[in-house]
């Protein structure tokens, strides 16, 4: 024993020694949190940083950055609207790698939005760096009650591949809680995404280089994928784009069952680069390392609002609007107010007849944890009034509305005349 100290002061005086770009190490909690914070306070009119609960047992802050085009002037309602991509890194403390890829996503779309605000128009990226803080102060899988993170989550719940016996450290296991979103950790998640018009959701996990669907949809539990066409599309580009192949999760109760399942966001768990445990990478970089992982980061958020039925309106006049559906899965229930076409399938032109200045429709199949998560509502330019004639729909509501005050301030006139 007496001989180990030495020779690691000595590993680590020569690390320190060497220059920046030749070792890498690894963010430990307090330097991630620290580097994440400074990072958004760098694009202050397009990056906030929050902390928005605390771990179950150290009390450490699970902080997070929300990206959008002047986001300081935008409220509430307007930025919950935003088509969102949500990425966390994490849920098992010993895998940093996923906290470092969603990092240096995060880095990414903050210097191209900053150099080309067109990059960031019309969405809205959220980033958890680390979702289990006590596990990733202590490099252990579970949170700080033993619980794995990643089979606490109430959609199908301890259906296959959990454990009823609680997790310690060093040793891991998949406990999957007392009771489902018993975790304070797993609560503050979907808090969050409620919070997020989810079109995707990646989380981040290390171990084996590949993409995790939300539940099994092959042999024992198999339970079909409602929008499976749009998934394939979306993996299919992802395979050409990074490399990586799908297959089913190990376990039920993960995070990205809920996002699917109850957020009707494409989700899916993105295992990054293996290495989980040394705190030093001894070939190339971490960027180096995350390649793949971060093109494939990069299609769903340049893509983002093709993740469903898209529809791009190609003429339109009074009586009649012709849209096209341009992105990766099927639009359902579309309508402009005079009949509903079910389904427009990918690629497909469709002239549908007109009485509303509204084109409404949904993106998904899957219905989620309550009404209206994926219904799209576009507004168009013309209607028709009740003269018959054509007027831009951009002003019907402000001139109804200068009318009713009219009516009102004449019927007040007359009551004190």
């Known amino acids: 024993m007496k001989y180990i100290l030495p020779v690691l002061a000595i590993v680590f005086l020569a690390f320190a020694s060497q220059p920046s770009e030749a070792v890498e190490v690894l963010h430990n909690y307090n330097s991630m949190k620290d580097d994440t914070e400074e ?22 802050e699970i902080f997070s950055v929300d990206v959008a085009l002047n986001i300081t002037e935008l409220t509430e309602e307007e930025l919950a609207a935003l088509p969102t991509m949500y990425v966390d890194g994490a849920h098992h403390g010993n895998e940093g790698m996923s906290a470092e890829a969603a990092f240096l996503f995060l880095q990414d779309v903050l210097e191209r939005s900053a150099a080309d605000p067109s990059y960031l128009e019309g969405k809205r990226l959220v980033v958890t760096p680390v979702m289990n803080a006590d596990g990733y102060f202590q490099d252990c899988r579970n949170n700080w009650n033993g619980v794995d993170l990643n089979r606490n989550y109430p959609y199908m719940w301890g259906m296959y591949g959990t454990s009823d016996t609680r997790g310690s450290c060093p040793a891991s296991g998949t406990y999957r809680g007392p009771s489902e979103g018993s975790e304070a950790e797993t609560q503050a998640n979907m808090e969050l995404m409620r919070g997020m018009n ?6 981040g996990h290390t171990g084996s280089n590949d993409i995790v669907l939300p539940w099994k949809i092959t042999g024992e539990f198999a339970v079909p994928i409602l929008d499976w066409e749009l998934y394939e599309n979306f993996l299919n580009e992802s395979t050409n784009v990074s490399g990586l192949t799908y297959r089913d999760p190990s376990g039920a109760g993960e995070s990205i069952a809920w996002g699917y399942g109850a957020r ?4 899916v768990i993105v295992e990054v680069d293996t290495m989980q445990w040394s705190p030093i990478l001894p070939d190339g970089s971490i960027r180096e390392a995350l390649t793949n992982e971060l093109l494939m980061y990069d299609l769903a958020w340049e893509n983002l ?6 529809l791009e ?3 339109e006049n009074s009586n009649s609007v012709t849209v096209k559906n341009i992105g990766w899965g099927a639009a359902y229930n579309v309508t402009a107010g005079s009949g509903i076409i079910e389904k427009i399938d ?6 549908l007849s007109k009485n509303s200045n509204v084109l409404k429709y949904n993106r998904l199949i899957q219905q989620g944890e309550k009404e209206g998560l994926t219904e799209v509502t576009v507004n168009l330019t013309i209607i028709t009034d009740i003269n018959g004639e054509t007027t831009p729909s951009i002003s019907f509501i402000p001139i109804t509305a200068s009318l009713l005050v009219v009516a009102m301030l004449r019927r007040r006139n007359d009551r004190f005349n």
């Open 305 to 310: 609002e093709l993740f469903g039925g898209h």
């Open 346 to 351: 990918i690629g497909e032109m469709t002239k």
């Open 198 to 203: 989810l079109y995707v959701y990646f989380s």
């Open 39 to 60: 990072l958004a306070s760098q694009y202050p009119d397009i990056a906030i940083y929050s902390e928005h609960a605390s771990s179950t047992g150290l009390g450490l």
């Open 264 to 267: 009707t966001a494409v989700s």
């Open 313 to 315: 309106i190609v003429d």
